[in-house]
Each structure stands twice: as structure tokens, then as C-alpha cells.
């Protein structure tokens, strides 16, 4: 298995590319399965999981043709046809490796009426449940029966009637399937407490593109007038946030000056303001970011939230940099209850992190030292080489395996603004 080794202390300057959105890809990619025209997706993300949900729609049928697999080509160009569906089932070897598979659910009860997909399971940042993306496929008039660890979901003859639903807790992903079961269903249907992450929005705009009714985009009330049958489409995936603001905090622990091209300020004003707040300059312009540090970082208090609030998906990040301000900070994690499973690694490193239940308590300015340490989910791994780019000395992470699901050519990006950075085979 691959580790990184980082050697600490130089500050970083240059510019980064910012690839298109891992999550975005995620929950577009499935809208495949909905017509029988062919959909190019651009800006796809080399990524593990990106590999992987390719391979899941194969499963289905679905052909998947790639151009741009040069090394030196940053952004894919996928094309995939679903003319005609040989199953709907997505088996647990699959689905197992990768949480986003459930994003299959909504698509494949639109377009067969029916879908049998493998129970996800718990993962290192929490429980994460599926049950409100199963309670809005029944309030749209879905069957779904439990057996043998999957979840089978069955539309009436004619389809899905549609209908009305209400979240009670804010859910990206049951928000992303229940849109996309919607979209096919014979009447009109409402989702009231939604997720309004920019993720959704770029799901609503493929599907609009691709001929849905959807009101209310970007807002967390949702009116979808089904349609009898989707069309094909070209789409873009947008640029990745949480890749933007990850290397944000990565420049700005090392006091640097970065530029993030193609990052989209507009989608990321929690973390921008969190930054600001901390003391980093940030420069927005139509296409792109310019972060620079100049002085001491100053302590804040956060707090995760759904969008528009601070992305939980920043919070690691966030932490590692926090640990270099004068003086002490409070994290607090709402969204997922385990998601401080980096804080016995930054305390390897020399970092003065208590926590409590769901809040973290970052006293700076820590004396961080290279050590080695393990990446156990994939942006707590991040906050490991955030705090390597500053320590004294060599860090290695291991399981980078984690990196590589979420962060397209890290090394890569992180050597060409000046870090000292290589990936080795582990012993
Ligand atoms: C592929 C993808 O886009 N992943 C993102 C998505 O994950 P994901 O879509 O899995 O996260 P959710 O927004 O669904 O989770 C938010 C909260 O709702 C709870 N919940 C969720 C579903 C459900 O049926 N029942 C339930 O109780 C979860 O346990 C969690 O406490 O949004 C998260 C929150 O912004 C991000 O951290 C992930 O990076
Ligand atoms: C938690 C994340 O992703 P996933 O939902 O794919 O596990 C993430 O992107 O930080």
C-alpha cells in the first residue's frame, strides 16, 4: 500500500487547478440511467470513486466510454448510453466500497420501477442511515421491502405517482435521490426541508437540461412536475468546493500565496468567511480564488451547518490550520457524530486538541512535528498533510488509499506550488 511523505516547512506559492466536484460527479453520473439518449458529463474528476460508480452502471447496461485518459489530461470527458437496461440490481461488492452507490436507488425505480440496491452500512465518520431516502421514495408512492441486507424498491404499475415530503433532518443524499425519482414520476411532487448544497443545484440544472420541471432550485422547497421521458444532454460538472477550500488551508498554513483556478467563491462563502475570519486574505474573481497570509492566524469559533452554512466536509481541514492560531478555537460538528477521528493524529503531531462529545477544543499556536500517522476517512486525511505542509520535519501518512477517492493527483497539485511532497510503496 502507497504512503505520502511530507517534508514540512516550505511555503507554498503558485496556482492549483481545481478539478470538477467528486460529489457533483456523484449524483450526476446516475442521471445516465434515466434516459435512453446518450450523456457526456465533462469535468469529471479522476477519482477512485468515480472509477467505481462507472463500473456500477455497467452493471446495469449502461455503456461507458471515456476520452481524455492521457495522464497529462486534468478533467474527463464521459460519455454514457443506457439505451436499454439489462438489471437493476447494484450487488454489495460494489456498493460497499462506495456510500454513493445508494444515488443509484432514485434513478433505477424512475426509469425500470423497480431497483434492488445493497444497504450501504456505517462508515469511519458515522451511522449515516438511508431511511429518509427510502421514507420520500414511499411518500412518491414507492414499495420498499427489506431483505437479506438490500433494499428493494417497487413503483406501482404506471409508475410512480409522485407526492409531497417533508425532511426532518437536512439530507444531501436523500434530497439527490428522492429529485431524481421525481423527475419521471406521473404527477407533481414536493420536497419541503431540502438540501440546497451547490451539489443539488448542479443535479437540478443536468436534469432541467435534460428536459425535467423542477421550481425552486438552490432554495430547500422543491416542485418537480414529472415528465414522460428525459433527454440526453452535455453538462460540466462544477469545480470542487471542498478540493478549493482544502488547498485554501493548505496555502495559508505554509503563509503562502495560491491560486485556486476555476474554484467558484460563490459556492463556497462559509468556509471564504471562516478563512477571513482566521486572517487569510482571499481575492475573488470570475475565475478563481486568490488566497494569501500575511502575519499571525487568529483563533475562531465554528460551527458545521447544512449549506449555506460551513461544509462539514471543511471541518479537518479547518482544524489543522486552527492549530497554528494564537490562541484557542471551538469546533463544533453537527452533522456527523465521529467525524474527529484526525484529532489523536494532529495530537501525534504535536497539536493541543481536546474534544467533548461533538466539539473540539484547538489551543494555538502548536509547535507541530512530522510523525507518522493514518488516514482514516477521506478529508481527516487531508488535515494530515495540511498539518505536515507546516511541521518541522518529515511526516508519512498512511492509507492513503482514502486520499485517492476524494483528491484528483494530490501530489501533483501540491509539488507544482512548492511542497515537498512524494508518494512511496509502504513497507
Ligand atoms: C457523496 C456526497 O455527496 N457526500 C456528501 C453528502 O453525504 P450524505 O448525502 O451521505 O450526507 P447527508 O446529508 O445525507 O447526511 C446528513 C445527516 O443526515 C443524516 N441522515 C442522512 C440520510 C438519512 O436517510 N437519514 C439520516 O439520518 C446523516 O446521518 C447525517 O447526520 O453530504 C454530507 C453532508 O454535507 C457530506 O459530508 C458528504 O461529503
Ligand atoms: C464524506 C465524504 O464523502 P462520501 O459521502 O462519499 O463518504 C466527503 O466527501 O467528505
Known sequence: ???????????????????????????????????????????????????????????????????????????????????????????????????????????????????????????????????????????????????????????????????????????????????????????????????????????????????????????SDLTIHGVDRLNGATYKVMPDRIEAGSYACAAAITGGEVRLEGARAADMVSSLAALRNIGVEIEEDPKGITIKTNGALKPVDLTTAPFPGLATDMQAQLMSLLCKAEGTSVLKETIFENRFMHVPELTRMGADIATEGRTAIVKGP?????????????????????????????????RIYHLDRGYERLEEKLQLVGADIERVGDD
Open 1 to 219: 500500500m502507497d504512503k505520502l511523505i511530507i517534508k514540512g516547512g516550505n511555503r507554498l506559492s503558485g496556482t492549483i487547478p481545481i478539478s470538477g466536484a467528486k460529489n457533483a460527479a456523484l449524483t450526476l453520473i446516475p442521471c445516465a440511467i434515466m434516459t435512453e439518449e446518450p450523456l457526456t458529463l465533462r469535468n469529471l474528476p479522476r477519482l477512485a470513486d468515480i472509477d467505481g460508480f462507472q463500473h456500477l452502471l455497467t452493471q446495469f447496461g449502461v455503456s461507458v466510454s471515456i476520452q481524455g485518459k492521457r495522464p497529462e489530461d486534468f478533467g474527463r470527458v464521459v460519455t454514457f448510453e443506457a439505451s436499454r437496461l439489462t438489471s437493476t440490481v447494484a450487488p454489495y461488492d460494489l456498493v460497499r466500497k462506495m456510500r454513493a452507490s445508494i444515488l443509484v436507488l432514485g434513478p433505477l425505480l424512475a426509469r425500470a420501477g423497480e431497483a434492488t440496491v445493497s444497504l450501504p452500512g456505517g462508515c469511519a465518520i458515522g451511522n449515516r442511515p438511508i431511511d429518509l431516502h427510502l421514507k420520500a421514495l414511499e411518500a412518491f408512492g414507492a414499495t420498499i421491502e427489506m431483505a437479506q441486507g438490500y433494499v428493494k424498491a417497487i413503483a406501482p404499475d404506471g409508475g410512480l405517482p409522485g407526492g409531497d415530503f417533508d425532511f426532518p433532518v437536512v439530507s444531501v443524499g436523500a434530497t439527490e435521490n428522492a429529485v431524481m425519482a421525481a423527475v419521471l414520476a406521473n404527477g407533481t411532487s414536493r420536497l419541503t426541508g431540502a438540501a440546497r448544497e451547490p451539489e443539488i443545484v448542479d443535479l437540478c440544472n443536468l436534469l432541467v437540461a435534460m428536459g425535467a420541471e423542477i421550481e425552486g432550485i438552490g432554495t
Open 366 to 398: 502548536a509547535e507541530l512535528t512530522g510523525a507518522e500517522v493514518m488516514a482514516t476517512d477521506l478529508r481527516a486525511s487531508m488535515s494530515l498533510i495540511i498539518a505536515a505542509l507546516a511541521a518541522e520535519g518529515e511526516t508519512q501518512v498512511r
